[in-house]
């Protein structure tokens, strides 16, 4: 089974950048469909952003749209979430999520879709 592994965050201040990083580990992520969540103190995990097994299909919270990027290097078994123009609201654990999938186009949108997650990566924004 895939593991995926996160990297990348850390404290940054409004208005900066971070790009995270979630690689597989186990296994590849062909055939995979990827998934970021975040999850601040004491709220629900929330959807970030996600991405078809193919990379040609993604989806984003509205909350972060046209300042968060996600991308796929499949060569590399490697997810990235670039991450812009942050504020301090972005401050949570970020999760990286995989399940498998039989058609390249799917994106999954919801925790319950996936059944393979990462153990987290910390980013604060400081205002």
């Known amino acids: 089974q895939v593991q995926p592994v996160e990297s990348g965050g850390g404290l940054v201040q409004a208005g900066g950048s971070l790009r995270l990083s979630c690689a597989a580990s186990?296994?590849?992520?062909?055939?995979?469909?990827i998934g970021w969540f975040r999850q601040a103190p004491g709220k629900d995990r929330d959807f970030v952003a996600a991405?078809?097994?193919?990379?040609?299909?993604?989806t984003y919270a509205d909350s972060v749209k046209g300042r968060f990027t996600i991308s796929r290097d499949n060569a590399k078994n490697t997810v990235f979430l670039q991450m812009n123009s942050l504020k301090p609201e972005a401050t949570a654990v970020y999760f990286c999520?995989?399940?498998?999938?039989?058609?390249?186009?799917?994106?999954?949108?919801?925790?319950?879709?996936?059944?393979?997650w990462g153990q987290g990566t910390q980013v604060t924004v400081s205002s």
């Open positions: 186990g296994r590849t992520f062909d055939g995979y469909a």
């Open positions: 991405i078809s097994w193919s990379g040609l299909s993604t």
């Open positions: 999520s995989a399940n498998r999938v039989y058609y390249t186009a799917i994106v999954l949108t919801t925790p319950a879709q996936y059944e393979y």
